[in-house]
């Protein structure tokens, strides 16, 4: 029996900065874990099935990403069948980055369950060629990520000790949309730099999305909830990926505030 937690991420400052040959654009974004969790179990079984619980997903199971996940190792190193549980929490089309998170840890398991010894270089290569911010999740670590998103370099941020609000407006932004809308352009800062130097309260101003103006412009009223999450006392507030969810990152709890759309509150405890 193999489980894991996969994590979600948040972005803290994503920057297009080149459409690419390929279709793919090249970026630089801080991808930072947040203890906000789906629940994967892989077990061994005669025939391989996919059984999903919690948030529904949508799209058939051979489209989801942990069955892709799973053909992958499959082709790559004949395993044999296996039944995936997979208990949903972590809302999709939220930038939040769930289905790759699900699908770097389906990897990590099989890799356990059926004792492959692939080092963490082949994994986050496997990731890579299933989403672009897959490659990410095989270390779960922040850190700046180029590239389509798979290139990741360690980053000694560390959120310990903050409060972290998601709020989630239920709207589902496709990310190639919102890719195909905007205008590349240079970060123009050294965001590496930037992040490790200044505290959470000094980056509002600098530390921007570059997809938020384009889902603030599909949907207006979206620029009220960030206006909420200072107004409640963030030290910093942003959209995180391609929308459609929003953080805040706070010095204390929140207490009694009021949010007219799902929300989450986590302790940042630990990198
Ligand atoms: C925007 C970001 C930022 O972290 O996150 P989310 O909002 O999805 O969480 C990511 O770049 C999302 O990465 P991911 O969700 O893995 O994207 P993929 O499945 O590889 O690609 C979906 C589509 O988005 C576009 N795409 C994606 C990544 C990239 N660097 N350039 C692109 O142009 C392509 O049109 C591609 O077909
Ligand atoms: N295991 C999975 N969990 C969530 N979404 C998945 C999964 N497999 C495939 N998908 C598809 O990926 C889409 C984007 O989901 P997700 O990666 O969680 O959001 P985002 O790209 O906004 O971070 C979903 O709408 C769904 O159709």
């Known amino acids: 029996m193999a489980i894991a937690f ?46 999903i619980s919690g948030l529904n997903v949508p799209g058939a199971p051979e489209d989801n990403l942990c069955t892709k996940a799973f053909r992958l190792m499959q082709q790559k190193h004949g395993i044999d069948e296996v039944a995936i549980y997979l ?17 770097a840890a389906t990897l990590k398991l099989l890799n356990e369950l059926f004792d492959l010894k692939l080092p ?16 990410f999740f095989i270390e779960e670590q922040a850190a700046i990520c180029t590239g389509r998103g798979e290139i990741c370099h360690p ?16 709207l589902h932004i496709s990310t190639a949309n919102a890719y195909r809308h905007i205008q590349p352009a240079p970060v123009g800062y050294d965001l590496e730099r930037f992040l490790c130097t200044h505290e959470p309260e000094a980056w509002g101003t600098v530390v921007v999305n570059r997809f938020e103006d384009y889902v603030l412009e599909l949907y207006p009223d979206l620029a009220l909830l ?18 459609s969810a929003f953080y805040g990152i706070f010095k204390k709890p929140l207490t009694d505030y009021q949010w007219s759309y799902p929300t989450w509150q986590f302790a940042i405890q630990n990198d």
């Open 226 to 243: 960030k206006k909420q999450l200072y107004e409640a006392g963030a030290c910093y507030a942003s959209m995180s990926g391609s929308g």
């Open 155 to 170: 980053l000694p941020l560390s959120l310990y000790g903050y409060h972290l609000v998601v709020v989630y407006p239920e």
């Open 6 to 51: 996969p994590k979600a991420k948040i972005n803290i400052g994503l920057y297009i900065t080149e459409k690419r040959t390929d279709g793919y654009h090249n970026l630089c974004s801080c991808f930072y874990p947040i203890p906000f969790y789906d629940v994967l179990e892989i077990l061994p079984a005669p025939n391989y099935s996919l059984h």
């Open 120 to 135: 963490t270089a082949i994994l986050k290569e496997y990731a890579a060629a299933l989403g672009s911010d897959c490659a």
């Open 87 to 103: 208990h949903k929490h972590i809302p999709m089309g939220a930038g939040l980055g769930g289905g790759s998170s699900d699908a």
